[in-house]
T-cell receptor, first 115, second 112 residues
Framework: GNSVTQMEGPVTLSEEAFLTINCTYT??????LFWYVQYPGEGLQLLLK?????DKGSNKGFEATYRKETTSFHLEKGSVQVSDSAVYFC??????????????FGKGTKLSVKP | NAGVTQTPKFQVLKTGQSMTLQCAQD?????MSWYRQDPGMGLRLIHY???????DQGEVPNGYNVSRSTTEDFPLRLLSAAPSQTSVYFC???????????FGQGTRLTVV
């Protein structure tokens, strides 16, 4: 079946540090890949997405590239800010593999950025 | 633009009680879903709907019922609450399953 594995947290960084959150996936078909972000006390919101191999999603300084050869979709940001403190979820949507296209989430990575 | 509205935000139930979590969206989305979020588990799909009158089970459906009589509303019913159902519940809607999902602010449920 389909699944998403992302690095466990929590991750603590200083402001302006480089961020990488690793995400790998298992899928039967050709999934769409997503990063969602959850700020404290709120629901999830889409951060970026990619729908086919070699696509790069980007938003608010965050980037992730869909790598089919390594089944990965790692999230990166060159210089984090305190306001980036949140929980980040990697997710996929695949019509095949039994999930009917529903979003399959990783367990989430909590990021704390210190001034 | 309200988006996805969930009520209530907080709820405490006694074991065996029943209740309904409300979810409404104003974006005319066909696809709606309910997730539960537990520490260290990410989000797990409870039930989903691809349109009015059509619902299906997700990964963890036991103990929950849903119905979809209109495009806008997708309530989640707990039939007989158990402590294992203590969680944060999120409703989401999207145009299709693989397009951007919009989430409500969540309902924090405690069953004692």
């Amino acid at each position: 079946g389909n699944s998403v594995t992302q690095m466990e947290g929590p991750v603590t960084l200083s402001e302006e540090a480089f961020l990488t959150i690793n995400c790998t996936y298992t899928a039967t078909g050709y999934p769409s890949l997503f990063w969602y972000v959850q700020y404290p006390g709120e629901g999830l919101q889409l951060l970026l997405k990619a729908t086919k191999a070699d696509d790069k999603g980007s938003n608010k300084g965050f980037e992730a590239t869909y790598r089919k050869e390594t089944t990965s979709f790692h999230l990166e940001k060159g210089s984090v800010q305190v306001s980036d403190s949140a929980v980040y979820f990697c997710a996929l949507s695949d019509r095949y593999g039994g999930s009917q296209g529903n979003l399959i989430f990783g367990k989430g990575t909590k990021l704390s950025v210190k001034p | 633009n309200a988006g996805v509205t969930q009520t209530p935000k907080f709820q405490v139930l006694k074991t065996g009680q029943s209740m309904t979590l409300q979810c409404a969206q104003d974006m005319n989305h066909e696809y709606m879903s309910w997730y539960r979020q537990d520490p260290g588990m990410g989000l797990r799909l409870i039930h989903y709907s691809v349109g009015a009158g059509i619902t299906d089970q997700g990964e963890v459906p036991n103990g929950y019922n849903v119905s979809r009589s209109t495009t806008e509303d997708f309530p989640l019913r707990l039939l007989s609450a158990a402590p294992s159902q203590t969680s944060v519940y999120f409703c989401a809607s999207s145009r299709t399953p693989n397009t951007e999902a919009f989430f409500g602010q969540g309902t924090r449920l405690t069953v004692v």
